[in-house]
T-cell receptor, first 108, second 113 residues
Framework: KQEVTQIPAALSVPEGENLVLNCSFTDSAIYNLQWFRQDPGKGLTSLLLIQSSQREQTSGRLNASLDKSSGRSTLYIAASQPGDSATYLCAFYDKVIFGPGTSLSVIP | NAGVTQTPKFRILKIGQSMTLQCTQD?????MYWYRQDPGMGLKLIYY???????DKGEVPNGYNVSRSTTEDFPLRLELAAPSQTSVYFCASSQGFSGNTIYFGEGSWLTVV
């Protein structure tokens, strides 16, 4: 059974810092990994999708990497902004199993 | 393009009542999912469907039922509501498992009292 953990559970940083969110999984037989953002009281918005044959994906200030051998994915956010404040969740296919999320707060 | 639409957005149920959460997608996606999210927690998969007429259990199916008679619709039925079913419910869809983004509805807030 796939187990997914995310560290840290919560993070508070000053505006402008670069930061890394971590996601770990136990079963390396995954298809894909997806990072989502969830704003309070809202649904989830897809940020980046990494297919199992890829090692990373980039979109603007976001970079996500996938290392199946170590069972880890990281989401790198460059030059953080207050608008980045949200909960970030990773999810693994095939049945789209979610991690518990990291709550990020960027202080102006 | 509406994407994934869920109704109702908010509902209060009494213990023992039943209700159906509606979910519709207009992207012609084969795969649809129902999740629940408890406060401060991640999402747990309740049921999923890989196409019309095909459904399967996820991590936490007890107390729920689903059907998939059309590609567009994937309703979630709560029978004999219990306080433990107080949660936020999300419907989602994707074209497939591999290499396809999953799209979420806005959520349905359910309270059982």
């Amino acid at each position: 059974k796939q187990e997914v953990t995310q560290i840290p559970a919560a993070l508070s940083v000053p505006e402008g810092e670069n930061l890394v969110l971590n996601c770990s999984f136990t079963d390396s037989a995954i298809y894909n990994l997806q990072w989502f953002r969830q704003d309070p009281g809202k649904g989830l918005t897809s940020l980046l999708l990494i297919q199992s044959s890829q090692r990373e994906q980039t979109s603007g200030r976001l970079n996500a990497s996938l290392d199946k051998s170590s069972g880890r994915s990281t989401l790198y956010i460059a030059a953080s902004q207050p608008g980045d404040s949200a909960t970030y969740l990773c999810a693994f296919y095939d049945k789209v199993i979610f991690g518990p999320g990291t709550s990020l707060s960027v202080i102006p | 393009n509406a994407g994934v639409t869920q109704t109702p957005k908010f509902r209060i149920l009494k213990i023992g009542q039943s209700m159906t959460l509606q979910c519709t997608q207009d992207m012609n996606h084969n795969y649809m999912y129902w999740y629940r999210q408890d406060p401060g927690m991640g999402l747990k998969l309740i049921y999923y469907s890989v196409g019309a007429g095909i459904t399967d259990k996820g991590e936490v199916p007890n107390g729920y039922n689903v059907s998939r008679s059309t590609t567009e619709d994937f309703p979630l039925r709560l029978e004999l509501a219990a306080p433990s079913q107080t949660s936020v419910y999300f419907c989602a869809s994707s074209q497939g498992f591999s290499g396809n983004t999953i799209y979420f509805g806005e959520g349905s807030w359910l309270t059982v009292v």
